[in-house]
């Protein structure tokens, strides 16, 4: 592999306000302190679970509600009554019943 393309490709892995150019490529390695520091305050373990979504909100527990479902039906509904009465109206732009 070209040094470039492995650069390029390590570039997400490493901050790049942390990590400059001269730090990663000293090759003592003691410059690369404050990009251990970074890394070592970060969270270890698996990530927690989302909050739950609408489901949670309006589906489950005791404030559960059909109200989504119905919102969506009736833009559905008035979407749809909409683009219906556009096309009746093109329908009849030079022709009267």
């Known amino acids: 592999m070209q040094p470039s393309l492995v650069r390029r490709q390590l570039g997400n892995l490493i901050p790049p306000k942390i990590a400059t150019p001269k730090l990663v490529s000293a090759g003592s390695g003691e410059g690369l302190a404050p990009l251990v520091n970074f890394y070592s305050r ?38 749809g009554y909409t683009i219906d009465y556009q096309m009746h109206l093109k329908h009849h732009k030079n022709h009267a019943h």
């Open 42 to 79: 970060l969270p270890k373990g698996p990530a927690p679970s989302p909050a739950g979504g609408v489901k949670a909100r309006y589906f489950n527990g005791k404030n559960a509600s059909a109200a989504p479902a119905v919102w969506v039906i009736l833009g559905l509904f008035g979407l």
